[in-house]
């Protein structure tokens, strides 16, 4: 919903800030967009029983376990809010009288992300868990860890982790909320790129996918990306998904279960009216976050909550991101020496676009540069040196409340708004 209050000459806007939030004073003439609040549900591990024993087109869990020895189970790694533990544990109450303990796999999706540390992995699935199943963290880049699968896909080859190919019965667990060129989070993406080797991973998120117009928030259909990732995991074996929703304070507001398709779909047309609001016309300053915690670990994430607010903004307008990006850049990867090959935004298309240039990466790369070339950029963060913020074709705004400020007495904004959450609202153009 969109909230507008004009009595007072200023508001104070809470923002997601790394964990404490950050507050600040906008003209009360701006508008305040938040998704839809929903209500946790009463009991997390009683939704997702229930998912377990009435899921969507499908057979309960435990009736699809007849027969059945080795289970792998992907979830989301650390840059995501899904609640793992109630999950996981909920799951594994549910089957241990099936399925031995030690026959049960964690596989942490990591697609190219780095893989997660012991302490990381308590924080996320508890110590029970990571003391007493089998936690494996999937590494892109490790040969000896993928199998070659076939699909129906022509220019991609498939590799996926091996632990995920053996099991017996594979199970996706992951929440679904709005994303920057898949359509929706969940789903399919906790197999490809979750559990893909980096080659599948590139030709997955290669330039002329992601160029697509279809490749943007919210659209499955007609979403080249999802349709892909969707054919991978149907193709290579998805047994059961289980996918939640969370409200702004990361907490369940619904469960999906059963089928990888059917489940998924109705998570995002829930998604859909509960996290994206339309606007009627595009604004001068656009104010975001990325969400907060873990989202805004790093600058690589970081170009989500950019993504969302460059849906609003005006050509050449200006957007002011808050992202703690406690993990930097990060050091992993190839996002950062990627971009330090550039001066300009506008330099990115041509080596790109290059249908034999490929590079790790180079999709957050691609989508950075185009919003750069839109507007101008403006970034707090207690994170990045000044070299690495202008070297990601953005400014330095080591006082946002100033930067706010100074706008408004330069008299060049006469529409903004404030995006509290970031990428947890997905504000669209009514004519889009």
């Known amino acids: 919903m969109i909230l507008i209050n004009s009595e007072n000459k200023y508001?104070?806007?809470?923002?997601?800030?790394?964990?404490?939030?950050?507050?600040?004073?906008?003209?009360a003439n701006f508008d305040v967009i938040e998704p839809k609040f929903i209500k946790e549900v009463e009991s997390a591990?009683?939704?997702?029983?229930?998912?377990?024993?009435?899921?969507?087109?499908?057979?309960?869990?435990?009736s699809l376990l007849e027969g059945k020895n080795d289970i792998a189970i992907s979830v989301c790694d650390i840059t995501r809010?899904?609640?793992?533990?109630?999950?996981?544990?909920?799951?594994?109450?549910?089957?241990?009288?099936l399925i031995p303990i030690s026959n049960i796999k964690i596989l942490i999706a990591t697609g190219t992300h780095r893989a997660n540390t012991k302490e990381e992995l308590i924080e996320m699935l508890g110590k029970d868990i990571v003391e007493t199943l089998n936690v494996i963290n999937h590494v892109c880049d490790d040969k000896e860890s993928l199998i070659e699968m076939p699909t129906s896909l022509d220019d991609v080859s498939?590799?996926?982790n091996k632990h995920w190919v053996n099991a017996d019965f594979r199970i996706t667990t992951g929440f679904v909320e709005p994303h920057f060129f898949a359509g929706f989070s969940g789903g399919s993406k906790l197999v490809a790129p979750g559990l893909a080797g980096l080659k599948t991973i590139m030709k997955l998120h290669n330039y002329k996918r992601l160029n697509n117009p279809n490749s943007?928030?919210?659209?499955?259909?007609?979403?080249?990306?999802?349709?892909?990732?969707?054919?991978?995991?149907?193709?290579?074996?998805?047994?059961?998904?289980?996918?939640?929703?969370?409200?702004?304070?990361?907490?369940?507001?619904?469960?999906?279960?059963?089928?990888?398709?059917?489940?998924?779909?109705?998570a995002c047309n829930f998604a859909r009216e509960t996290a994206m609001v339309q606007v009627s016309q595009p604004y001068d300053l656009v104010i975001t976050s990325n969400s907060g915690y873990p989202l805004d670990q790093n600058l690589y994430q970081t170009v989500k909550g950019l993504s969302a607010a460059s849906q609003i903004v005006k050509d050449n307008g200006e957007i002011l991101c808050l992202s703690e990006c406690s993990d930097g850049i990060p050091s992993h990867g190839?996002?950062?020496?990627?971009?330090?090959?550039?001066?300009?935004?506008?330099?990115?298309?041509?080596?790109?676009?290059?249908?034999?240039?490929?590079?790790?990466?180079?999709?957050?790369?691609?989508?950075l540069s185009q919003i750069a070339k839109k507007s101008n950029i403006n970034l707090y963060t207690e994170g990045l040196s000044d070299k690495e913020i202008k070297n990601a074709f953005m400014f330095n705004a080591p006082d946002p409340q100033r930067f706010i400020d100074q706008k408004v007495k330069e008299n060049t904004i006469i529409r903004g708004c404030v995006l509290p959450e970031g990428p947890i609202t997905i504000p669209v153009l009514k004519n889009n």
């Open 81 to 97: 809010a899904q609640p793992r533990k109630v999950v996981i544990e909920t799951i594994v109450e549910h089957i241990k009288d």
């Open 216 to 266: 943007i928030w919210g659209e499955v259909e007609k979403n080249p990306i999802q349709q892909d990732v969707r054919k991978i995991a149907k193709e290579t074996g998805v047994d059961f998904t289980l996918d939640v929703a969370l409200n702004r304070d990361q907490k369940i507001t619904n469960v999906f279960s059963g089928d990888l398709i059917d489940s998924h779909n109705e």
């Open 11 to 27: 508001n104070e806007v809470q923002l997601a800030y790394g964990k404490k939030g950050y507050k600040l004073k906008v003209p």
């Open 334 to 367: 190839k996002f950062y020496s990627l971009l330090s090959e550039f001066s300009d935004p506008e330099q990115v298309e041509g080596m790109l676009s290059d249908p034999n240039f490929h590079c790790q990466d180079q999709w957050q790369v691609q989508i």
């Open 45 to 62: 591990k009683e939704e997702i029983s229930k998912a377990l024993l009435s899921p969507i087109n499908s057979k309960p869990l435990r």
């Open 158 to 160: 498939v590799l996926l």
